[in-house]
């Protein structure tokens, strides 16, 4: 059975290559036995048979710990830790089954060493090699060759094993690294897929903490707002903190505790993802500002109607309806002026409805331009390639008609760059509860679960503003199907 994983796929894929080799090179350790018997110390049929034996032993060893790490029994970390102490353990065995002059056999420790450098274990490849080293004094002392030159001996093994170290050493540096720039990556995605203001901070602080390997980490924003994971020990000053500037009059800090003190690189990564996180924590609120400012334009388009028209006819009217009323009081003979103001009082309010008609009419209008401006689009980037079917009863508000014409943009940016599509075909149809879009085009199908990128994660944040919901999935056959989605709202 598969276990879950939560190592970056970079290790893992690492950490299998490395047990493959393992596993070749232990084979070809039995097939050198078995052709070169001169190889082997005691040439009797129970020492041949012994250093076989050995050498089947080293094979199924690496083979068991290959086939662990390739069904997810074993995680990378794991392998990482143990196998060098394996290598070093069967390779003193072999050795001291073997003759001492020239034997290929003493590599194997250096390739222990070598290995134990591709972990995230700094302090690992100086264990090894001082196994390494008590392991060929122990190979020594057990099995004393003639003449034995201590001096040489000595010189020997430090040198190899001390190479061995210094590239141990290098891969280290590469691994860590590739490690901080994988994290980096990861939280560069997650800051650019987050939909809020906390959705973003709550995503930095779990990611943070998980790659930083904190018993505590903990978020601080403006108003006591704060995200904590643990508990925060008493007295004790953080390990590491850092600052997060979004913009004037916001700012946050990070605190972090953990046994050992941060390296470089993940000092590095943690600065990398603040400034991501700051980006997210700005465009957030740039979106919750076009929002806030495309309804008030609309209130404030509502309010210069209201006084331009309906306000001033009522005060018209009124006035009107005053001068009757004074011409009334003074007598019999004010008939004609009494008609003559009833019948301003009439054209006024005749007016007046006309122009709520023309208002009226101004806004289907509005909402009736919305397939031109998808033609428009349509024709400018697809030419001919393209089918646009609307229905007619669709009704959308403005910021919804903005919404939808950046879904179509998007959408054909995404099928022509990344899908490689060919034709696509448009539908916009009304619902029982308000509308729905789809871009259908042909080409390459995104993966079922694949998250959003960058603009379609920013609009589908603007689409949940305007009351919609955007989803991509695999097209039937092959191809996309981006999906909008509106509901309409309730007054």
Known sequence: MTMERHEPQYEIVLAERIAS????????????????????????????????????????????????????????RAYQLVS??????????????????????VLWLALAIVASGFSHFVKLPLAVTLAAILAQ???????????????????????????????ASLAG?????????AATERLGRLMAEARSEDDACRSFTHEVRDFLRASVLRMTGPGDAEVCLGR???????????????EEGYSASIEAWRQSKLSNEEDYVVRVGASRLAAAIRRSRMSDELVRSAALEERLRFADELHDTYLQTL???????????????????????????????????????????????????????????????LEDRWKDCYT??????????????????MMLREGLNNAKRHAGASHVRMEVVATGRGAKATLIANGKAPAPDEPFGYGLSRLDAIARANNGVLSLLPGDPGGSELTLSFQRRKL
């Open 21 to 76: 080799i393992r596993v070749a090179l232990t084979m070809m350790n039995a097939l050198l036995l078995a052709l070169d018997r001169g190889l082997i110390l005691d040439q009797g049929p129970q020492g041949f048979a012994m250093a076989l034996g050995a050498a089947g032993l080293f094979v199924a060893y690496a083979a068991v710990l290959r086939l662990a790490l390739g069904t997810g029994q074993l995680s990378a």
């Open 84 to 105: 060098p102490f394996g290598d070093v353990m069967f390779a003193s065995i072999l050795i001291g089954l073997t003759k001492p002059q020239d034997n290929p056999l």
């Open 137 to 167: 004094c122990a190979v020594q002392f057990l099995h004393p060759s003639p003449g034995f030159d201590t001096s040489a001996f000595a010189f020997g093994t430090l040198y190899l094993l001390g190479f061995a170290a210094l590239v």
């Open 173 to 181: 540096s590469v691994v860590r690294q590739s490690d901080a720039l």
């Open 232 to 246: 925060p020990p008493e007295l004790v000053p953080p390990t590491a903190a850092w600052e997060v500037e979004a």
């Open 315 to 377: 005060a018209a009217i009124d006035m009107h309806a005053e001068a009757a009323r004074i011409v009334l009081q003074k007598g019999a003979d004010s008939g004609e002026r009494v008609h003559e103001e009833l019948q301003s009082i009439k054209s006024v309010a005749r007016t007046t409805a006309q122009r709520a008609r023309e208002f009226v009419d101004m806004a289907k209008v509005a909402r009736r331009s919305g397939p031109d401006a998808l033609t428009e689009i």
């Open 388 to 405: 646009l079917l609307f229905d007619e009863d669709v009704q959308l508000t403005e910021g919804q008609w903005k919404v939808l014409e």
